[in-house]
Every structure is written in structure tokens, then in C-alpha cells.
């Protein structure tokens, strides 16, 4: 769902409220809480207006950063996210220093900048995979539509972004809205019946937005250099997965959120389909096997 309209801009009715700072990090031994608020303190006079947004870092699984963020969310009905049998109590390394806070999980890291100028930065070792930067994750009011919250994440040069389930769009996602919800659309638009809101880039990382209900994707499609997914709601749950290579990031992926059976012996048969036949009858099916 595009919030804005331009560069400048923002969609009518629309007010945008995004993290400017982290005004204050709490530090436990297995995650990092942080009050994002949407306007710089510099008196008590900026505590006065503007909503705050409560950003808990922590690690399901080791090599994956979850990150969960939250208004309201107590004033809503609990949601389905999705599925983590997999998730265990990952030991994880959390750091506290003047400029920033870190939490790593294996290989994969993510930085908090502290004090005025939003920033979660995920990296590999020394290597910046993604970042939520600047008006990065926002807090949307907009009447009627209702509440939402967003998070872009950055795409580097030349970076492509595949996956979000099936589609019949491009192979390479970039420029595409990708709405991802279930529907009974037919094979040859930008409706599908097997959405997932998950995807990979070649930059050797993954991202699985961790709800079960409809996500709208802008893959560099309202910015151009981020990814942007959205949920109508009080809160948002996403997790940054490590790789470096797409194998790595989907054996994590399925270690997390469970691997698929291997199908009955029947299933590598013979199949018949009655879709689009309209003489379909022991003569025909015969015909076929013959």
C-alpha cells in the first residue's frame, strides 16, 4: 500500500508518523527493548504530542533477528502470526555502548543507533545486509483506512528480490506491488492462491514478515532503493534471516517455521486434472493412459 505520493508527499488524508530516535534501550540478556519515538526529545515540551512505538529485538532461532513492533497493539484483538515450531531459546550476544546497542544471533547482527536519527542496522560480521533508516518505520493514521504500520528496508545497487510465494508476474520482484493475500483469481494476473510473505535477495539474506493476515509489499516500488511492507493494525513482526548463500537462508527459514513432508509414493504418479475439460469420462482417461 503506497503512504505516499512522490517523494515529498504523502497520500490525502494520510498522517505519517516515523521513528526518529531511540530514546531509550533496554538491555536484557536475551533481547533488546527500544522506545522508538517520532520526534526528536531535546525538552519536556516534545513528550507532549506524537505517538511512540515499542521496538523489541530478540532471536528466535540462531542466525535470525526478530523484530516486533508496537502501538497499541493490547487495544486490538489478538492475531495469527505465523507458525515458528521451530523456535528455540537462541543464546545470543547483546552489547551496550554510548553510540549504539547490539544484539547477534550466529552470524548475523543488528546495531540500534542511539539518541536522534533512527537506525537498526543488520550485518554479517563487518558486511551491512539491510538497514531501517531514515523514515524507515512509520506509524500511518488515515481515517476511514485505518491504522497502519510500515517498515522499508534498504536495497543496495543492484540488489535483486525474488520469492513472496507463487506468482505469475517477473521472476525478479523489484518495481512490483505484491499484495499478499489468497485468492481464487485465475493463473495469468497479479492475484495467486499461495501467497507467503517471505523473500530473499541476492545480497545473501532473507526477510519472513511474521503475520498470518494480509501484508502489502512495495518492492522498490514506492522508494526504489527499499523494500516496504505494511499491515493494517497496531503492530508489525518481521524477521531478517542470515545466509550468505539462498540455501543457508531457506534451511533457516524451514528450520524455523518447519519442513515440508515428503509427499505419499501416489503423488509421483500419473495425474489427471479436470480443469478446463469439459469431456472428461473413463474413455477419455483411458485414452490418456494408453
Not at 504523502?10 to 517520532?38: N, S
Amino acid at each position: 500500500m503506497k503512504f505516499t505520493d512522490g517523494q515529498w508527499m504523502l497520500q490525502p488524508g494520510v498522517a505519517a508518523h516515523y521513528a526518529a530516535e531511540a530514546y531509550a534501550v533496554e538491555v536484557h540478556p536475551d533481547r533488546l527493548v527500544v522506545l522508538a519515538t517520532t520526534r526528536p526529545i531535546k525538552h519536556r515540551g516534545d513528550t507532549l504530542q506524537g505517538p511512540t512505538l515499542t521496538v523489541t529485538l530478540s532471536s528466535p532461532l540462531p542466525g535470525v533477528i526478530r523484530v516486533s513492533v508496537e502501538h497499541y497493539s493490547a487495544s486490538q484483538a489478538p492475531r495469527l502470526h505465523i507458525p515458528m515450531p521451530g523456535a528455540t531459546r537462541t543464546s545470543v550476544l547483546v552489547q551496550d555502548g554510548d553510540t549504539r546497542a547490539t544484539l547477534t544471533s550466529g552470524p548475523i547482527s543488528v546495531d540500534v543507533k542511539k539518541g536522534e536519527g533512527w537506525s537498526l542496522t543488520f550485518r554479517e560480521g563487518d558486511r551491512v545486509l539491510t538497514k531501517s533508516d531514515w523514515r524507515g518505520l512509520g506509524y500511518i493514521q488515515w481515517g476511514a483506512k485505518g491504522n497502519h504500520v510500515h517498515e522499508q528496508l534498504t536495497l543496495a545497487v543492484g540488489e535483486n528480490v525474488y520469492g513472496l510465494g507463487e506468482r505469475f508476474t517477473p521472476f525478479v520482484k523489484n518495481g512490483q506491488v505484491v499484495e499478499n493475500t489468497n485468492k481464487d483469481g485465475g493463473t495469468a494476473c497479479e492475484q495467486v492462491y499461495k501467497s507467503v510473505p517471505f523473500y530473499l535477495t541476492n545480497r545473501g539474506y532473507g526477510v519472513l514478515v511474521n503475520e498470518a493476515g494480509p501484508v502489502s509489499f512495495e518492492v522498490g516500488s514506492e522508494k526504489v532503493a527499499r523494500v516496504q511492507f505494511s499491515r493494517e493494525g497496531e503492530s508489525l513482526d518481521y524477521c531478517v534471516i542470515a545466509g550468505p548463500t539462498p540455501k543457508d537462508v531457506v534451511t533457516r527459514l524451514t528450520a524455523l517455521t518447519g519442513r515440508a513432508p515428503l509427499p505419499p509414493a501416489w503423488s509421483f504418479g500419473l495425474w489427471l486434472t479436470t480443469s478446463f475439460t469439459t469431456q472428461y469420462d473413463e474413455a477419455t482417461a483411458t485414452h490418456f493412459i494408453d
